[in-house]
């Protein structure tokens, strides 16, 4: 009964308990930022593999950014790419830049190139893919006007999909972003959103090899020195709806990427800080979903009768319903129940794989985004 009772309540509070507690927080204790635009240098960071077929379009979109030309610099780079992505990069139309050909491969290899060279009071760092809008600079500028703010992410925006599977992994990403709003209200973000997200040029540092989540890395360099990592919603980057497998590839990734995290700023376990309580109960958290999961439905074999009946009824119909979603077609009515539950229980499983950073290496967690 013990071990049943935990885990229910443990999963309530990461789903839905430590939201409330955020929206409540974040009514009753808001910690408001100054927001003035004062213009500053900025380097923006291109890490790129194999990303010629969007190389054209970004450089076209980086050149209509609403923000002083004469302050920009791009720093585009190439990371082991075996398409036409440097050579494109230094020839097609658009505003000047750097270009930089790495033989080794990864992210964090790449921006520690990019921070090498990088000479801008902040730095702005993008993905390849996702499309910017033309405020987001200047938005995302704004907030280094509070002397408290070290790094300040921007919204993904997902388009709408077409499908219910598309539209639960979107239906995810505004449950995420609620999440991340209320924590910057109150304090700081645990992470940044890595398709578009600034930080002070002289707050960052290099990133170890093979670290999977440079966007959680580097604004917790910015914390650990003092600073406030924010979230701004008018610096918006978008992207096109993802299907449940590419979600799961990402996830994977991400949530293997917190395990580095932890092992890196083991701080963050320790309630010696205020963000200590977002990391533990957003980011780890999630880690543990799984394991509670599967703690709740082996406890409710000793429940009582008929608590026991109930208990592995429920759990067993929500696991029948997210299992029929594969072979349910169309987007009929029973689409709408079927979906989310796969969906949960698709992200549940990715948080399981995600302990396999614990065996292989992380570049075998890299996959291309479809």
């Known amino acids: 009964m013990t071990v049943f009772i935990l885990s229910v309540v443990f999963i309530a509070y990461v789903l839905a308990g430590y939201p409330l507690l955020l929206e409540i927080w974040s ?39 609403n ?19 440097a050579a494109f990069a230094r020839e097609a139309a658009g505003p000047a830049r750097q270009v930089i050909e790495l033989r080794e491969q990864g992210k964090a290899a790449a ?3 990019g921070l090498a060279v990088a000479r801008g009071e902040i730095l702005f ?9 033309p405020d987001s600079l200047r938005a995302l500028i704004a907030r280094f006007a509070d002397p408290q ?5 921007g919204e993904l925006i997902i388009q709408d999909g077409q499908t219910h599977e598309e539209l639960s992994v979107g239906a995810y990403w505004k449950y995420e972003k609620l ?17 578009i997200y600034a ?7 290099p990133l170890p090899r093979g670290v999977l989540v440079d966007d959680v890395f580097l604004p917790l360099c910015a914390y650990f020195q003092g600073f406030r990592v924010v979230w701004e919603p008018a610096a918006k980057a978008f992207d096109v709806p993802a299907s449940l497998q590419t979600e799961f590839r990402r996830k994977v990734r991400t949530l293997a990427g917190v395990y580095q ?8 376990l320790i309630p010696n800080h205020r963000l200590w309580i977002h990391f533990v109960s957003h980011k780890f958290g999630r880690l543990l979903l799984p394991y509670a999961l599967a703690a709740t439905i082996v406890s409710s074999y000793w429940l009582p009768k008929p608590l026991s009946f109930i208990a592995l009824g429920t759990q067993g119909t929500f696991y029948a319903i997210a299992a029929l979603d594969a072979a349910v077609a169309g987007n009929g009515g029973f689409k709408r129940i079927t979906s989310p539950a796969r969906t949960f229980v698709t992200l549940m499983a990715a948080a399981f794989c995600a302990g396999s950073i614990l065996f292989i290496a992380p570049d075998k967690l890299w996959k291309p985004t479809r």
């Open 27 to 65: 009514r009753l204790f808001p910690s408001p930022i100054i927001r003035q635009f004062i213009p500053r240098t900025v380097s923006i960071l291109l890490p790129v593999h194999n990303g010629e077929r969007w190389m054209a379009e970004k450089l076209r979109n980086l050149g209509e950014l």
């Open 199 to 205: 930080m002070r040029r002289a707050l960052a540092k």
């Open 67 to 85: 923000y002083p030309r004469e302050l920009l610099d791009i720093i585009v780079i190439s990371s082991n790419s075996t398409d036409g992505t």
């Open 149 to 153: 703010v070290g790094v300040v992410s």
């Open 125 to 133: 760092l993008v993905d390849v893919r996702q499309q910017i809008h």
């Open 179 to 195: 999440i991340r709003a209320r924590q910057s209200l109150v304090g700081s973000v645990p992470g940044a959103t890595g398709a």
């Open 261 to 268: 995290i932890a092992g890196l700023f083991p701080r963050l």
């Open 111 to 113: 921006l520690n190139a």
